[in-house]
T-cell receptor, first 111, second 112 residues
Framework: AQRVTQPEKLLSVFKGAPVELKCNYS??????LFWYVQYSRQRLQLLLR??SRESIKGFTADLNKGETSFHLKKPFAQEEDSAMYYC?????????????FGKGTRLSVIA | DAGVIQSPRHEVTEMGQEVTLRCKPI?????LFWYRQTMMRGLELLIY????????DSGMPEDRFSAKMPNASFSTLKIQPSEPRDSAVYFC??????????FGQGTRLTVV
């Protein structure tokens, strides 16, 4: 069964502090992992996907298959990073299986 | 392309009434998904379509919920009769073969 776990519902950090949003997954095949962000009362939008291996808005995430994790990191948090962050999983290479989301972590960056 | 378009943005209705939510996916996308977002349960997949055909509706909570996709550019999610516990934000998303999922702005449903 596909499952995505985000253990923290809320994470508060001070501006300039490092951020790590945790994501663990369960999937029997080869997953494709994503991070989506939702700013206040806006639509979800893709932040990054593991196959791109890129950094967006200073955020990075590395897929660790041994630990089945895909944690989102940023070295220096900014106030505009305050938002809801969702980790999501999709089956890779077998068509477009739907995204399964974690319950989300609300990041609050304090000035 | 204007992206995934949902209507209405907000809907307030009385318990027992029928509610219809609408979605226009991005042109050329083969997959369409309906999600429900609540504080308690996060984002839940309700149903998804591939080339207008429903593939998996196991997430639809009850028979009161139904979804259709009569053509590639339109889908509806209907709740009949609605109940207060259906209050949530309903998102529609579409995806192409090699793209990520793009979400609409959601419909905030309040059933009183």
């Amino acid at each position: 069964a596909q499952r995505v776990t985000q253990p923290e519902k809320l994470l508060s950090v001070f501006k300039g502090a490092p951020v790590e949003l945790k994501c663990n997954y369960s999937y029997s095949g080869s997953p494709e992992l994503f991070w989506y962000v939702q700013y206040s009362r806006q639509r979800l939008q893709l932040l990054l996907r593991h196959i791109s291996r890129e950094s967006i808005k200073g955020f990075t995430a590395d897929l660790n298959k041994g630990e089945t994790s895909f944690h989102l990191k940023k070295p220096f948090a900014q106030e505009e990073d305050s938002a809801m962050y969702y980790c999501a999983l999709s089956g890779a290479g077998s068509g477009n299986t739907p995204l399964v989301f974690g319950k989300g972590t609300r990041l609050s960056v304090i000035a | 392309d204007a992206g995934v378009i949902q209507s209405p943005r907000h809907e307030v209705t009385e318990m027992g009434q029928e509610v219809t939510l609408r979605c226009k996916p991005i042109s050329g996308h083969d997959y369409l998904f309906w999600y429900r977002q609540t504080m308690m349960r996060g984002l839940e997949l309700l149903i998804y379509f591939n080339n207008n055909v429903p593939i998996d509706d196991s997430g639809m909570p009850e028979d009161r919920f139904s979804a259709k996709m009569p053509n590639a550019s339109f889908s509806t999610l209907k709740i009949q009769p609605s109940e207060p516990r259906d209050s949530a934000v309903y998102f529609c998303a579409s995806r192409g073969i090699r793209t990520e999922a793009f979400f609409g702005q959601g419909t905030r449903l309040t059933v009183v």
